[in-house]
């Protein structure tokens, strides 16, 4: 069965209300995982559930 799996979180930079956080993700796919570096801005937004937004994301293919 399909699953994702995240570890490795990392707050890397704050400022003015907005946030960079690296992770690394994992798929299991039925033959294989796969692996990326992951980079997600957040911006506080006082509105929205838990007063934050997903802005970007970046992500990095590692090689198996």
């Not at 003015?16 to 796919?29: D, K, N, P, S, T």
């Not at 838990?50 to 590692?62: K, P, R």
């Amino acid at each position: 069965a399909f699953r994702i799996a995240v570890d490795g979180f990392a707050l890397r930079w704050t400022a003015g209300g907005r946030a960079l956080v690296i992770y690394r993700e994992r798929q299991r796919w039925p033959d294989r995982w796969t692996d990326r570096h992951t980079l997600a801005a957040f911006r506080a937004e006082a509105t929205a559930p838990q007063g934050v937004v997903w802005t970007d994301l970046q992500e990095t293919w590692i090689a198996a």
